[in-house]
């Protein structure tokens, strides 16, 4: 080849990308598998917690790179089906041969994918509106299957935003996908972590730190400080559900926080320590553990049904966790007060039958028997 030839080659591209690797392939493998093709400068496989190896592969002209492009765009290897593409030229080099720091790119989170969406496909879809600078299906790190979600790396702004205005609502395998901004990680450093009186000062927060902090069956999230843009179901949706499932979310717009209720306490626990004090649509917020909302056993109440018995129960629960006998009298009292004054406590009952109560029937039915005597005020709390 001519010098002039060399020179001109040099400038075409060189570096294939190469996708939809077994976990189990070694840059030899990749190495010798493409090298029949033709001499390779590199090869660096690159395998990322919850996601597909895949690997850049440099060769020393653009002609065999070509060529091999050709030739192992969809061979099998291992089982797999190759899927192999040139790299984008504005990152091939870092990461043909080391990591690169993507924490000043654009990030988008990518959800509802379907179970078929590999990696490469999420690549393949996102790839038209400018360089990628990484791209991931998130898969669980037993089963290797997708979490139904994954992120894209841009490295200009203007082209995240393309993506995400025209890719939302978009069909990508069996699905309609979901495009938003992603989220960042928070900072490790001291911060104070807690809503209420569950706030502590934590350095890297500890899972087990957290999980402690509050009774095994507690699976909500509290986050607070939540700014008009990331005050929505979906928002949050979005921000919460790489960490498990999700059962229920309430928003309190006007003040600014929600709570978010998994299905596993574990995957409320990850959620606060991987989200407290990240940006949220733009906005550091505030996670920590919600209050947990006990239900009052049902003998605790003298007459059964405690939604008719609304003199003292606020519908909300004990506000201590224990029954207090007094308020059986205080209601007693009340209703005597405002009633019947001079009447005996079973003349009362004689008079104002309460339905839903025990012996109560419709009106006209005659008086309702009953003691002599108040109940009495010793009720089993358990």
Known sequence: MSQAGGAADSDQPRTLYVGNLESGVTDE??????????????????TESGGDPYAFVEFVNHTDASAALTAMNQRMCLGKELRVNW???????????????????????????????????????????????????????????SKGYGFVSFMNKEDAENAIQMMNGSWLGSRAIRTNWATRKPMQKDENLGHGSHGAHHKNLSYEEVYNQSSPTNCTVYCGGLGPAASSEDALRQAFEE?????????FKEKGYAFVKFGAKESACRAIVARHNQDLCGQPVKCSWGKEQEQPPQQHYPYGDPYQMNYWYSGYGRVDGA????????????????YTPAAPYGQYYQQYPMMGMPHGGPPGAGPMPMPPYPPSQQYPTQ
């Not at 990152?91 to 994918?113: C, E, M, P, W, Y």
């Not at 960490?243 to 928003?251: K, Q």
């Not at 029954?323 to 405002?338: A, I, K, T």
């Open 243 to 251: 960490f498990g499932e999700i059962i229920d979310i309430r928003v």
């Open 29 to 46: 493998l990749v190495a010798a598998l493409f090298g029949q093709i033709g001499p390779i400068q590199g090869c660096k496989i690159i």
């Open 323 to 338: 029954y207090h006998p007094q308020m059986n009298q205080m209601g007693g009292d009340y209703m005597n007060q405002m």
């Open 87 to 145: 790299a984008s030229s504005a990152v091939q080099h870092n990461q043909a041969h080391h990591r690169q720091d993507t924490s000043k790119h654009h990030h988008i989170f990518v959800g509802d994918l379907s179970p078929q969406v590999e990696t490469h496909d999420l690549r393949g879809a996102f790839s038209p509106f400018g360089e990628i600078s990484d791209c991931r299906v998130v898969k669980d790190s037993t089963t290797q299957k």
